[in-house]
């Protein structure tokens, strides 16, 4: 069953680096975002543009870290719904720290691969041969339903249960 609800993970690989992306997906992460990040100055979000401000933790009054956000309203983000990013440090405490605030605030951890295609279709792209993988790319950005071998099941087909991509517009 499909949840209408607000979801959390890191968008980046685990471990420490420069830039750490902390992605909410859902009905509330604009809220989310609003309750747990200040823009720098005067500035404010608009659509797809990097804005510099601080990532904060409403609850005690302090600042987590310098931090860029952005936001994908729906229906134009990967996932279809509103998307909201942290663009912070990439220290694997501070993300936590970061993912922890936005719990407390009403988004819920991420399943894994819950932000990506439907079942089936990162797995397809990810195993098989090179002439296999780019076949099944051009199917997942043909929303699953490009040319298949004959016989071969739609695996592109959205699975009850699971978030599904829809096409940026």
Known sequence: MYLPDTIV????????????????SGPRALEILSAIWKPAGHS?????????????????????????AVVFPAPHSFTGEDVAELHC??????????ISVAMAHGARFAEPGEYGLAAGEL??????????????SRRVLEGG?????????????????????RPEG
């Open 123 to 136: 797995e397809e792209v990810a195993g098989g041969s090179p002439a296999e993988n780019a076949a099944a």
């Open 44 to 68: 404010e979000l608009k659509a797809r543009r990097l804005v510099l401000g601080e990532g904060i933790d409403p609850e005690r009054g302090i600042t987590l870290d310098r931090a860029m």
């Open 9 to 24: 993970a890191p968008a980046t690989a685990p471990g420490r680096g420069a830039v750490a992306i902390v992605r909410l």
């Open 145 to 165: 339903d490009g040319p298949r071998r004959q016989g071969e099941p739609d695996r592109g087909a959205a699975r009850p249960g699971r978030r599904t991509a």
């Open 89 to 98: 440090h990439g220290g694997p405490l501070l993300v936590r720290k970061i």
